[in-house]
C-alpha cells in the first residue's frame, strides 16, 4: 500500500494521519507497543540529553512507537508541525508552564480557566518565584496594561472552562509577539474542529485528549502542539524528566475515538444548539451561554473564529443548589457528573460562591462583574451529547417540570 501523497480533508486526517498497515502482519489497525524499553544499538546514549527528534526507541518515558502515531495524528489535525501527548490535561499544561517560565519571569493567565489551572498558578507557579498576573482575556486593554518587560507567556482558553467566554486568538497574538511572549492556547473546548489556534499565531495549543479527542471517557490524555524546534526543547526539559507520559494503551484507545471525531463534533454541535434554543425558550431558564447563539455576549467573534460552536452550553436557573439535587435525582439519560466531550450527555452544577473562594482570585471589580454577567450566582454546565435530540430535550423538560 503506498503512502498518502495528496492534500485529504479532516475526515481523512482523523482516521489515516499517523497510521499505516503493519509492515510485519500487514495489520490495518494500529498495534498497541506496550513493551517500556527497546533493544537499543550499542551506541545509544543513556541520557535524554542527547535525544534527536528521530532517535530509535530506547525507553517508553522517552518515546514509543504507539504514542508517536497519536501525536503525528494530533499535529496533523491542527496543522502543527509536531505534538506531544502526556498523560492528561494537566500533565500538558504543568510541563509547558515550567518549560516556558523561570525564575524571574512573568505570565498572563486567563482570569477564568480550567480549575486545575487557576489553582496551580494561584499557589505553585508563584511560589516558583513567577509572578502571575490573572486577567479577562476577553478584554484586550486589560491584556496590554498586564503586559511586564519580563512577560514570557500569555496563555488562554478559549471558549474559557466554565464561562464559554472567548478571547481574540489573533489580536491577543499580536500582543504578545510584539512584547517577546509566547502565546498558549488551551482549546479543548473548541476542538481543532472549532479553531486551530496556530493558524492564527498561537505559539502552543493545549487539549485534554480525556474530552472531544478521545470522546469516550474511558482514557485521559493531553497534548501540546507547536513548531518541531520549540517542542523538541520541551520534550526534554518537561516532558521527559517529569514523567508525566501518556500510557500506549491510553493513546491507542484515544487514536480509535479520533477517527470519528470530526463526525462526532458536528452531531455535539448540532444537539447543542437545538438544546440551547430549547433552553432559552424555556420559562424556567433565566439565561443560556451558547457561542452559537445570537444572545452570546461575543456572537460575532464566534462565528468569525469558531467553524463549529461545539458541545459546551451552561444555563442558569432560580436556586440553582436546589435545582441541581432534582436534576441530578431525576434525570434519566443526561447524566450528573464533571467532565465533558463525551459521548453521553454530562451536566454538573457550579456555584459562584464555590468557584470564587476554591479557584479564581479575581483581583478587580471589573473580573468579578464580568464572571456574574455570565454565570450570576451560579451555572449548570451541559456537555451536550450524541444522543437523540428529542430523547435529550425530553429529559431536561421533564426535569424542569419538577422546579
Avoid at 22 to 48: C, E, K, L, Q, R
Wanted: with cysteine; hydrophobic share 45%.
Amino acid at each position: 500500500m503506498s503512502k498518502i501523497t495528496f492534500p485529504i480533508g479532516i475526515n481523512t486526517t482523523a482516521i489515516h494521519a499517523g497510521e499505516e498497515p503493519d509492515p510485519v502482519t500487514g495489520a490495518s489497525a494500529p498495534n498497541i507497543v506496550m513493551s517500556t524499553t527497546f533493544v537499543a544499538d550499542a551506541n545509544a546514549g543513556f541520557s535524554v540529553e542527547g535525544l534527536e527528534e528521530d532517535a530509535a526507541w530506547i525507553y517508553t518515558r522517552w518515546g514509543n512507537p504507539t504514542i508517536h502515531q497519536l501525536e503525528v495524528k494530533l499535529a496533523a489535525l491542527e496543522n502543527g508541525e509536531t505534538a506531544i501527548a502526556f498523560a492528561s490535561g494537566m500533565a500538558a499544561i504543568t510541563a509547558l508552564l515550567l518549560h516556558a517560565l523561570r525564575s524571574g519571569d512573568h505570565a498572563i493567565i486567563s482570569d477564568v480557566a480550567y480549575a486545575a489551572l487557576s489553582e496551580m498558578t494561584n499557589e505553585i507557579i508563584p511560589g516558583l518565584s513567577i509572578s502571575i498576573t490573572k486577567v479577562d482575556t476577553s478584554d484586550l486593554k486589560a491584556i496590554q496594561k498586564a503586559v511586564l518587560p519580563n512577560t514570557r507567556l500569555i496563555y488562554v482558553e478559549t471558549p474559557c472552562n466554565p464561562l464559554l467566554r472567548l478571547t481574540d486568538i489573533k489580536a491577543v497574538a499580536a500582543i504578545a509577539h510584539n512584547a517577546g511572549a509566547k502565546l498558549a492556547v488551551d482549546s479543548t473546548f473548541a476542538t481543532p474542529i472549532a479553531t486551530r489556534p496556530l493558524e492564527s499565531g498561537a505559539d502552543f495549543v493545549v487539549h485534554s485528549l480525556t474530552k472531544y479527542l478521545g470522546g469516550h471517557g474511558d482514557a485521559l490524555g493531553g497534548t501540546i502542539i507547536g513548531s518541531r524546534l520549540e517542542l523538541a526543547a520541551l520534550r526534554k526539559t518537561t516532558a521527559i524528566r517529569l514523567g508525566g507520559v501518556i500510557s500506549p494503551f491510553n493513546a491507542w484507545l484515544i487514536m480509535r475515538g479520533i477517527a470519528t471525531f470530526p463526525l462526532r463534533m458536528k452531531i455535539h454541535a448540532e444537539n447543542a444548539l437545538a438544546v440551547a434554543r430549547f433552553l432559552e425558550g424555556h420559562p424556567k431558564v433565566a439565561r443560556v451561554i451558547y457561542p452559537g447563539l445570537p444572545s452570546h455576549p461575543q456572537h460575532e467573534l464566534a462565528q468569525r473564529q469558531m467553524h463549529n460552536f461545539s458541545g459546551m452550553l451552561t444555563f442558569q436557573v432560580k436556586n440553582g443548589r436546589g435545582a441541581a439535587q432534582i436534576f441530578a435525582e431525576h434525570l434519566q439519560i443526561i447524566h450528573y457528573a464533571v467532565s465533558l466531550g463525551h459521548h453521553r450527555s454530562l451536566i454538573f452544577y457550579l456555584p459562584s460562591d464555590d468557584l470564587l473562594q476554591s479557584s479564581f482570585k479575581f483581583s478587580t471589580p471589573e473580573q468579578l462583574t464580568s464572571w456574574k454577567s455570565f454565570a450570576g450566582e451560579g451555572i449548570f454546565r451541559f456537555s451536550v451529547g450524541l444522543e437523540d435530540i428529542e430523547d435529550i430535550i425530553h429529559d431536561l423538560e421533564h426535569v424542569l417540570e419538577k422546579l
